[in-house]
Nanobody
Framework: QVQLVESGGGSVQAGESLTLSCAVS????????VGWFRQAPGREREGVAR????????LYADSVKGRFTISQDNARTTVQLQMNSLKPDDTAMYYC???????????????????WGQGTQVTVSS
């Protein structure tokens, strides 16, 4: 059973940075795609960024482009989300998720991700 464990959340001021980490218990066809999603109170969960652990390709939501960077370690067992220039609108519970590639690509659709972590809270104050 694939397990995902997030860490690194916290409370920061606007403009500061945080790095989230996701420990993935295995690298396999089931975890080719690793994504970060977030859900703010009263809002739907949305995709933030994803990486193809096989190809190394990355995709970002428009709201975080230029501020967030997703990366993986050489062993493909840790995926990080570097978040810079944080805004109060970035406040949310952040979830790491893993899933298979669809037609050779990784999406930011929640339905394509079968394994989820418990989440880590990020709070950005103005």
């Amino acid at each position: 059973q694939v397990q995902l464990v997030e860490s690194g959340g916290g409370s920061v001021q606007a403009g500061e940075s945080l790095t989230l980490s996701c420990a993935v218990s295995e690298y396999s066809s089931s975890t080719t795609c690793v994504g970060w999603f977030r859900q703010a109170p009263g809002r739907e969960r949305e995709g933030v960024a994803r990486i193809s652990q096989f190809l190394g390709t990355k995709l970002y939501a428009d709201s975080v482009k230029g501020r967030f960077t997703i990366s993986q370690d050489n062993a493909r067992t840790t995926v990080q989300l570097q978040m810079n220039s944080l805004k109060p609108d970035d406040t949310a519970m952040y979830y790491c998720a893993a899933g298979r590639a669809t037609s050779g690509t990784c999406s930011l659709r929640q339905s394509d991700y079968g394994y989820w972590g418990q989440g880590t809270q990020v709070t950005v104050s103005s």
